[in-house]
């Protein structure tokens, strides 16, 4: 979303001399019909008890699959599987069929930029800002349902605008107390220092003032993260314009409040920029993309692939996960080399609203532009992209716990649908079936949430899960015949999903009138 992307920042400038290989921008999901109820169709009952009937369970957390079974869900968790054979007390119980089908843990989207309204309201963009969206938060709403149709039942947000942060941690509670339909959210805080704090090639400019919004200090770095702590947050993003005292500050008294840390690695090359071995010995809990690692693996201006073996042995020696994000690489690539942005997938593109496809069109979307083609290391991009593909295989031959992450919405990757494009991604490095569904779900929950009991097919575990069509163990495209979900212990069919994104056309419809109108308005303006 042009103007309302507060994560996106410029790396062309002259103060770097790395490969660029991506900005994050936020999208806006989708929009909605005004004022539907919370809780509108056929089978759209808070949770209360179901029993699934002779599905075939894929745990994921050890290598056994688990035929005939009858699986009992009450509360909001698994409380009984058994084989099908075997009576069940499930009085008043809602039956799922899962004859010929397969129940799974739900997936999870480890990185995604979720716009809402308040990203609206925060946009400096005239396109955008001031749209009429309702009053019922039903834009947010219906935002939520893209990730359960591709049986997403779970998103950690990696940091937005002020307004978007604080619709997502109401609409986290919201869905967490069973009020709202959606994935389990999780909402984390960025924090980062002025990009001129940690300049390799000063431009003479006074660094600005330290402040716990912009930290240049380990004491504004506590700070932050002790306001995250207040704020409700759930982890602790360190971005990658903190210096050497201040990372160090916050992932340390991250540690101490209990977060989680994913992000970017510190910068490298500048008085007080870390050195290769520095974020290794400090390590954050999770790298949120393959990318952050390739400056770690430069000799001069070139990727040295001789070092990737020793980046993966150091990665796997810290204790870190990853978030390769390859598709967001691939994603990438392929506006740079067809200048265009790549189809969404069949069947997704309803999903995909107005304002976010404003924001994948210039002149908001920076990777077609002509500057973006121009900056240095751009005839590098296609070798950036087999770089990451090759340093996480080697990670994951190493045992580094992989989770699957998008960096939706940025241009091109749409919420849910993206999910499986990554997986797909990580089957065709080399991991099995088992291993993708387990960087999915499994690996994502014990990072997010490791106390939850989340993550595994198994009884006491909670019930965000996906039933599907087809073996995703022969086959992970499988993962893509989603037959319905147990989202926050509710059930929701994929007809019902199709049904409430239907909803929402009329409201789109609405939302590209208003956006043609101001364009056209703009339009007079600049010819006047």
Same mark, same amino acid.
């Given at each position: 979303?042009?103007?309302?992307?507060?994560?996106?920042?410029?790396?062309?400038?002259?103060?770097?001399?790395?490969?660029?290989?991506?900005?994050?921008?936020?999208?806006?999901?989708?929009?909605? +019909?005004?004022?539907?109820?919370?809780?509108?169709?056929?089978?759209?009952?808070?949770?209360?008890?179901?029993?699934?009937?002779?599905?075939?369970?894929?745990?994921?957390?050890?290598?056994?699959?688990?035929?005939? #079974?009858?699986?009992?869900?009450?509360?909001?968790?698994?409380?009984?599987?058994?084989?099908?054979?075997?009576?069940?007390?499930?009085?008043?119980?809602?039956?799922?069929?899962?004859?010929?089908?397969?129940?799974?843990?739900?997936?999870?989207? &480890?990185?995604?930029?979720?716009?809402?309204?308040?990203?609206?309201?925060?946009?400096?963009?005239?396109?955008?800002?001031?749209?009429?969206?309702?009053?019922?938060?039903?834009?947010?709403?219906?935002?939520?349902?893209?990730?359960?149709?591709?049986?997403? +039942?779970?998103? &950690?947000?990696?940091?937005?605008?002020?307004?978007?942060?604080?619709?997502?941690?109401?609409?986290?509670?919201?869905?967490?107390?069973?009020?709202?339909?959606?994935?389990?959210?999780?909402?984390?805080?960025?924090?980062?220092?002025?990009?001129?704090?940690?300049?390799?090639?000063?431009?003479?400019?006074?660094?600005?003032?330290?402040?716990?919004?912009?930290?240049?200090?380990?004491?504004?770095?506590?700070?932050?993260?002790?306001?995250?702590?207040?704020?409700?947050?759930?982890?602790?993003?360190?971005?990658?314009?903190?210096?050497?005292?201040?990372?160090?500050?916050?992932?340390?008294?991250?540690?101490?409040?209990?977060?989680?840390? +994913?992000?970017?690695?510190?910068?490298?090359?500048?008085?007080?920029?870390?050195?290769?071995?520095?974020?290794?010995?400090?390590?954050?809990?999770?790298?949120?993309?393959?990318?952050?690692?390739?400056?770690?693996?430069?000799?001069?201006?070139?990727?040295?692939?001789?070092?990737?073996?020793?980046?993966?042995?150091?990665?796997?020696?810290?204790?870190?996960?990853?978030?390769?994000?390859?598709?967001?690489?691939?994603?990438?690539?392929?506006?740079?080399?067809?200048?265009?942005?790549?189809?969404?997938?069949?069947?997704?593109?309803?999903?995909?609203?107005?304002?976010?496809?404003?924001?994948?069109?210039?002149?908001?979307?920076?990777?077609?532009?002509?500057?973006?083609?121009?900056?240095?290391?751009?005839?590098?991009?296609?070798?950036?992209?087999?770089?990451?593909?090759?340093? +996480?295989?080697?990670?994951?031959? #190493?045992?580094?716990?992989?989770?699957?992450?998008?960096?939706?919405?940025?241009?091109?990757?749409?919420?849910?649908?993206?999910?499986?494009?990554?997986?797909?991604?990580?089957?065709?490095?080399?991991?099995?079936?088992?291993?993708?569904?387990?960087?999915?779900?499994?690996?994502?929950?014990?990072?997010?949430?490791?106390?939850?009991?989340?993550?595994?097919?198994?009884?006491?575990?909670?019930?965000?899960?996906?039933?599907?069509?087809?073996?995703?163990?022969?086959?992970?495209?499988?993962?893509?015949?989603?037959?319905?979900?147990?989202?926050?212990?509710?059930?929701?069919?994929?007809?019902?999903?199709?049904?409430?994104?239907?909803?929402?056309?009329?409201?789109?419809?609405?939302?590209?009138?208003?956006?043609?109108?101001?364009?056209?308005?703009?339009?007079?303006?600049?010819?006047?």
């Amino acid at each position: 979303m042009a103007g309302a992307r507060s994560d996106a920042y410029d790396r062309t400038g002259p103060q770097e001399s790395r490969m660029n290989f991506r900005s994050l921008t936020l999208g806006l999901a989708l929009g909605s +019909t005004a004022l539907a109820p919370a809780w509108a169709g056929p089978g759209d009952a808070p949770a209360g008890r179901y029993l699934v009937r002779d599905v075939t369970v894929v745990p994921v957390d050890t290598d056994e699959v688990l035929s005939h #079974r009858n699986v009992l869900i009450e509360d909001g968790r698994i409380v009984r599987i058994a084989p099908a054979g075997q009576r069940l007390r499930a009085d008043a119980a809602q039956v799922v069929d899962g004859r010929g089908k397969y129940l799974v843990p739900g997936f999870v989207d &480890a990185h995604v930029h979720i716009a809402t309204e308040g990203a609206i309201r925060d946009s400096k963009d005239p396109a955008i800002n001031g749209l009429d969206l309702g009053d019922g938060h039903d834009y947010d709403r219906q935002a939520m349902l893209a990730f359960l149709k591709a049986g997403v +039942t779970g998103a &950690a947000n990696l940091g937005g605008s002020a307004g978007s942060d604080d619709d997502l941690l109401r609409l986290r509670g919201e869905i967490d107390a069973g009020r709202e339909i959606g994935p389990k959210l999780y909402v984390g805080k960025r924090i980062n220092g002025p990009r001129a704090a940690v300049a390799v090639r000063p431009d003479g400019k006074p660094v600005p003032a330290s402040r716990p919004e912009a930290p240049t200090t380990a004491a504004d770095g506590i700070a932050a993260v002790r306001r995250a702590r207040e704020r409700g947050y759930d982890f602790i993003k360190p971005y990658q314009f903190l210096n050497r005292q201040t990372y160090l500050a916050v992932v340390e008294e991250a540690r101490r409040q209990g977060f989680v840390t +994913t992000g970017h690695l510190p910068e490298l090359g500048c008085a007080s920029c870390a050195d290769r071995a520095f974020a290794f010995a400090h390590p954050m809990t999770n790298i949120a993309h393959s990318e952050e690692l390739a400056r770690f693996a430069r000799i001069g201006s070139d990727l040295a692939p001789t070092e990737i073996e020793a980046l993966a042995q150091a990665v796997a020696d810290s204790g870190a996960s990853v978030t390769p994000t390859l598709v967001t690489l691939r994603t990438i690539v392929a506006m740079y080399v067809q200048r265009e942005v790549p189809a969404v997938p069949d069947g997704w593109q309803d999903t995909v609203d107005p304002v976010t496809r404003l924001d994948w069109t210039p002149p908001a979307n920076r990777y077609l532009s002509q500057a973006f083609r121009d900056q240095e290391g751009a005839d590098r991009f296609s070798a950036g992209y087999d770089f990451a593909r090759v340093l +996480t295989r080697a990670l994951w031959k #190493r045992g580094v716990p992989l989770t699957v992450g998008t960096d939706a919405a940025l241009p091109g990757l749409a919420f849910g649908v993206s999910v499986r494009q990554e997986m797909i991604e990580l089957r065709e490095i080399g991991l099995s079936p088992l291993e993708v569904l387990r960087a999915a779900s499994l690996n994502a929950h014990r990072l997010f949430d490791p106390q939850a009991g989340s993550g595994a097919v198994r009884e006491g575990q909670r019930a965000n899960l996906v039933l599907l069509d087809a073996d995703p163990l022969a086959d992970i495209h499988n993962v893509g015949k989603v037959a319905g979900v147990f989202a926050q212990g509710r059930w929701l069919s994929i007809a019902q999903i199709d049904q409430r994104l239907a909803q929402g056309e009329a409201f789109e419809r609405g939302l590209q009138r208003q956006i043609e109108r101001r364009k056209a308005d703009a339009a007079k303006q600049a010819a006047q």
